[in-house]
């Protein structure tokens, strides 16, 4: 049974970087063609695809979070992390990691709300 | 950059059928999923490869792709299939996924 998990702060201050950790199980970055994507939802708002890191550490990004955003692994603790620079108040949102195959998301975690104020 | 358009809203009584669809170019080039996100929870994964179905997911749920549409049809809508339902797509181009802009389903 694969789980995921996301963790991190629930307020961010405008400007500072956020980073969140989703924590898997039930998986392995040893197996050719995983990956660990994350998805963010503003309140009442549809998703939003942010990245997705593969199992050989190729990382792709949304090209309009590009120069902010950076996902990296950790096989040994199975982790997975965010860094989005220069938060502001539009990055409010829920964010989601999730399990990809070539099939699509196959499981996610109940992600984290997280705020952006001063 | 690629654009997926989705009906912002759907109504369908119980017991009948729900179709909507999700627009893009040559979308029927492209594999599909979709998902299913009810308030409060994480999405889940309802069709994928435009009409497969993941294990557990009901065979009422159906899928279809060709030209600049995709849809996704419920038979014999239940009250808990009222939700919103995102397609989904990989930009073969850039590189990156995409999200349809929802479609919320009402069962009246």
């Known amino acids: 049974q694969i789980t995921l998990k996301e963790s991190g702060p629930t307020l961010v201050k405008p400007t500072q970087t956020l980073t969140l950790t989703c924590t898997f199980s039930?998986?392995?970055?040893?197996?050719?063609?995983?990956?660990v994507g994350w998805i963010r939802q503003p309140p009442g708002k549809a998703l939003e695809w942010l990245g997705l890191?593969?199992?050989?550490?190729?990382?792709r990004s949304s090209p309009s979070l590009k120069t902010r955003l950076t996902i990296t692994k950790d096989t040994s603790k199975n982790q997975v992390v965010l860094t989005l620079t220069n938060i502001s108040r539009v990055d409010t949102a829920t964010y989601y990691c999730?399990?990809?195959?070539?099939?699509?998301?196959?499981?996610w975690g109940q992600g984290t709300l997280v705020a952006v104020s001063s | 950059s690629y654009v997926l358009t989705q009906p912002p809203s759907v109504s369908v009584a119980p017991g009948r059928t729900a179709s909507f669809t999700c627009e893009g170019d040559n979308i029927g080039s492209k594999s599909v999923h979709w998902y299913q996100q009810k308030p409060g929870q994480a999405p889940i994964l309802v069709i994928s490869?435009?009409?497969g179905r993941p294990s557990g997911i009901p065979e009422r749920f159906s899928g279809s792709s060709s030209g600049n549409t995709a849809t996704l049809t419920i038979s014999r809508v239940e009250a808990g299939d009222e939700a919103d339902y995102y397609c989904q797509v990989w930009d073969y181009i850039n590189d990156h996924y995409v999200f349809g802009s929802g479609t919320k389903v009402t069962v009246l």
């Open positions: 039930g998986f392995s970055f040893s197996t050719s063609g995983v990956g």
């Open positions: 890191i593969f199992w050989d550490g190729d990382q």
């Open positions: 490869y435009n009409s």
């Open positions: 999730a399990h990809r195959r070539e099939s699509g998301f196959d499981s």
